[in-house]
């Protein structure tokens, strides 16, 4: 039996969730992340043999919404981000993933000191290639940056501490930067099976040579087509 933990990028896996399964309620998007987490545990067929699987546990890192209130650059409005849906949406998220039996959510900290509006890089291009006027700007043209902090560092030091003392056999990353490197390079050397799922975003070949595989249990997206949600059809797996 082979004991797997499971470390999900929270902030990485809700933007990738979101472009592939679509936009869902917290409760549903948590029921969602459950199964998609419990599919790494499926039989996989290895030559003439089956090895099983066992949950350790699911790690979740993110952080806590802000509450801080920012001054929009276009309207010269000030916005109270404590009031607004995606506040409200992450809050709920937390709640109900925080009742999920094996489920550990390690928080990190919010840079709030550097938080601010900047305009999207398509609008950008347009403004620098003069097919865009400034005069033409919208308030959706730009987006919230919100830096976060110790959430990688959070990502390590589990890594590390579950290789050294030998908790499980194998971990599974969900995550899309090459942050995760010198850790997996340490849980790899003390034997540990060491798994990326990018949930089918591109990654550096040079990445290939730290993990010993790469896994992402759901359908490939195709740009442009609206997407469609392939874990719909699975049970709930209840921690």
Known sequence: ?????????????????????????PKERVSELITYCMRHLQDDKLGEYYERKSLYRIFYYDCPPSEKTIMHPLTRKNINLSKSTQYKWKKEFFEELSKKRKVA?????????????????GITKKLCCGTMKIEDLKESDFTLDIQQKGVDMRIGLDIASLAQK????????????SDFVPAAKFARREGIDFILDPMWQTIKPSLNEHIDGLCSPTQKPIPGQKSKDPLAKDKEHEL
């Open 105 to 121: 959510l390690r928080m990190g900290e919010l840079l709030e000191s550097t938080a601010g509006y900047n305009l999207k890089p």
């Open 166 to 177: 030998r908790l499980v056999d194998q971990i599974v990353l969900i995550a899309g930067d």
């Open 1 to 25: 039996m082979i004991k797997t933990a499971i470390m999900v990028d929270g902030g990485f896996y809700i933007k990738r969730a979101y472009y592939i399964f679509g936009d869902k309620s």
